[in-house]
């Protein structure tokens, strides 16, 4: 059975503070995305990473830095976490292209005060 | 940019009715994903098209590549059914996800 999971389903940090966030796969996809969820707003990117240490800026990235050093691990940090980043955090796994089916974790509810 | 609309946004009927959710997108796609997310977050998916139609129990999506819009119907809707189902639009640069329809099957 593939699997995404998450370090945490929820998380209180205070502003300032550095947050990391992981997510590990073991279904060997080569592509990994970091979303975020809002009432409202739907399902947004902050990035995506295609392979071991490459990666790239989606539609949010601002505020929100990732590392992938080995290819079933890609991690979410916010720097200096603040309370605008506030949300339900969302990674997911695909393989090949793109556009190809995702799996998802069971997501992070971040709570930042 | 792809531009994903869904409606309804809200959706309320009784066990037994059949259901219908639409998705519109702006440009043209390799591939249309429906996908379910149930309270507490997890979000699975359940259809991949790019052509014609695919049905898996009670679900049926369809996608019509010309008029670039897409529909989950659901038949003999169960409590069970009720959850958030969202569309997503997939091209070169990943998926483009609508806001969701939020689905509520009463007893």
């Known amino acids: 059975d593939v699997k995404v999971t998450q370090s945490s389903r929820y998380l209180v940090k205070r502003t300032g503070e550095k947050v990391f966030l992981e997510c590990v796969q073991d279904?060997?996809?080569?592509?990994m995305f970091w979303y975020r969820q809002d009432p409202g707003l739907g399902l947004r990117l902050i990035y995506f990473?295609?392979?071991?240490?490459?990666?790239e800026k989606g539609d949010i990235p601002e505020g929100y830095s990732v590392s992938r050093e080995k290819k079933e691990r890609f991690s979410l940090i916010l720097e200096s976490a603040s309370t605008n980043q506030t949300s339900m955090y969302l990674c997911?796994?695909?393989?090949?292209?793109?556009?190809?089916?995702?799996?998802f974790g069971p997501g992070t509810r971040l709570t930042v005060l | 940019k792809n531009e994903v609309e869904q409606s309804p946004q809200n959706l309320t009927a009784q066990e037994g009715e059949f259901i219908t959710i639409n998705c519109s997108y702006s440009v043209g796609i390799s591939a249309l994903h429906w996908l379910q997310q149930h309270p507490g977050g997890g979000i699975v998916s359940l259809f991949m098209?790019?052509?014609g139609k695919k049905k898996h129990g009670r679900l049926i999506a369809t996608i019509n590549i010309q008029e670039k819009h897409s529909s989950l119907h659901i038949t003999a809707s169960h409590p069970r059914d009720s959850a958030v189902y969202i569309c997503?639009?997939?091209?070169?640069?990943?998926?483009?996800f609508g806001k969701g329809t939020h689905l509520i099957i009463q007893p």
């Open positions: 098209l790019s052509s």
């Open positions: 279904m060997d996809h080569e592509n």
């Open positions: 997503a639009a997939g091209g070169a640069d990943g998926l483009t």
């Open positions: 997911a796994s695909s393989q090949l292209v793109r556009y190809n089916e995702q799996f």
């Open positions: 990473s295609y392979d071991v240490k490459m990666k």
